[in-house]
Structure formats: structure tokens, C-alpha cells
């Protein structure tokens, strides 16, 4: 066998490797992050349940100035929806509140571009006294590319410092 031909046959079986390894991660992911705001547990709700208030603390809101909005279904509150169509930073999908009650909001979330993803959003509420411990999660299926893709971006980190800046928004709003 010549060099060459060993040169392509090691990085073959690299190569194979890598695959194996990357079918073998978790076929779901979940990320969370929390804070203390020091209000009660349902005017956080409400600005969580009325998309058109999310413009006043999410991360998202802000990655896209021309970023194109629809509100449809109800007006807050289970049934509402929020789609939104962008640029390459914040890509195109639909969010719809699945259920909302005084300890929690689920969303169904969405993304079609620049990637397809199916993921459910969570944010619960856990008062403590004067002030209340929001959650904001996110979990979902990972499919075999995201698998791959998983390898080289660290997701946990990348959406979970979005989280704390959007719940470090919803704190300054709700603690007006």
C-alpha cells in the first residue's frame, strides 16, 4: 500500500469515527437558565403571555432592526401566536402559547430558517416571598446533523447567554 493510499484509508477511518461518535450524543437537548425578580409572579406572566410585550425584554427583538412581525390567534395567553421572519441572525419561525397558568408558560416554538427545529419553551415561576424565581428553558429533539453540530457549537452556552440577557430585561421591566 503506498502512502497515499494509507494517508486515505486513516482519514476513512477517522472520518467513520467521528460519525460514530457524534450517533452516539443524546437525542435531545435542554438548556435553563434563572433569576430573582423582585415582583409577583403574574406581571412576569403577563409579559411573558402577550407576545407584543416581548419586544420590551427579548434578546431576539433586538438582533434584527428590520426584522418582520404577525401577531395572530388570541391577543395573549394560550392561542397566541408570534411569527417573525429576519435576517441570517435571527432566521424565521412561529411561536405559539400552548398553556399558560400562574406557574407556568409553554410555548411551542418553531424555527424554519436557517435550520428546521421543533423545540418547546418553558418559563415558571416560583414565588419566594416578595420576589419570584423565573425559569426560562428550552428543550427539544436533536436530529443526527444537529448532532454533528453539536460537536463544534457550544449550544448550551450560545442560547443560554441570550436567556440570562433576556431574563436580566424582564427583570428591569417587571421591577419598574
Known sequence: MTILAT???AIAILLALFLIYAASRPNTFA???STSIAAPAARIQSMIDDFRQWPRWSPYETKDPDMK???SGAASGRGAVYAWEGDKNVGSGRMEILDTSPEKVAIKLDFISPFEAHN???FSFAPRGESTTVTWAMHG?????GKIM???INM???VGDDFEAGLAKLKVACER
Open 7 to 9: 494517508i486515505a484509508v
Open 31 to 33: 438548556i435553563s437558565r
Open 69 to 71: 412581525r404577525t401577531y
Open 120 to 122: 418547546v419553551a418553558e
Open 141 to 145: 429533539p436533536v436530529p443526527y446533523i
Open 150 to 152: 453539536h460537536l463544534f
Open 156 to 158: 448550551d452556552r450560545m
